[in-house]
């Protein structure tokens, strides 16, 4: 694993370099979907704290077992809205908000929680119909509604999944349209929103996002090796 995580540590250099950018403008979350604590426990070691899960009770578990190591958990994957209650209590932020519903059910544990959250806006800019987010016609809007009415939800940013191809073009095209997204809606100057981060770009695709100007890549498979789904 250390010998992984140095090689994408040089591929996220070279492309920021490629972009005109420092190495240290983007941050490399690891996705530990579907590995068990061991996994993490090893990461952890090389040093790295905050780690990407996809359910609640995966993160449930694993900070449980690894309760002493003071990780934080990155809710990446899509968010229903009768589990809110647990993210709410256990993420340290929430990268998939995308619609007002989840805004609200969040917004009602945290208040219970005493706590605020981290969250970064989902946009769907892939035509693949399995992609969840934010129509980009409504980001807008939806920005403005959330930090007007639900103050326990702190927007960092935006993040997108791009279309699974093999046609670099319109991977780029997903990130280019993000990147697009977020400097229209920081020329809009919504109070109370910063937008300074982008997460985009996953093992197959992550250089080609740090180029359209990703902040933070999501790393699974390129980390921890291939993954075995269950049944």
Sequence with gaps: MAERLAAI???????AERAGRPAD??????????????????????????????KTQE?????????????????IGHLQTN???????????VQSLDRLELAE????RLDLEGRTLDV?????TSPEPSKYGLDPAQLPDFLRTVARDFPAL???GLMTMAVNSDDAQAVRACFRLLRTLRDQAREAGIAG????????????????AIEEGSTEVRIGSALFGARSYPA
Aim: glycine letters at 6%; charged letters at 30%.
């Design 9 to 15: 540590r040089a591929r996220i250099a070279a492309a």
């Design 83 to 93: 589990k809110a209650k647990e993210a709410a209590r256990d993420a340290a932020e």
């Design 154 to 156: 702190r927007i960092k």
């Design 25 to 54: 403008s983007v941050a490399l979350l690891p996705v530990s979907k579907t590995f068990d604590a061991q996994a993490v426990q090893e990461a952890a070691a090389l040093g790295l704290r905050r780690f990407g899960e996809n």
């Design 120 to 124: 970064l806006v989902q946009v769907k």
């Design 105 to 108: 059910a969040l917004q009602r």
């Design 193 to 208: 929103i910063e937008l300074d981060r982008l997460s985009m770009g996953m093992s197959g695709d992550f250089e080609l």
């Design 59 to 75: 993160i449930r578990q694993k900070a449980g077992e690894l309760a002493a190591l003071g990780l934080q958990w990155v809710m």
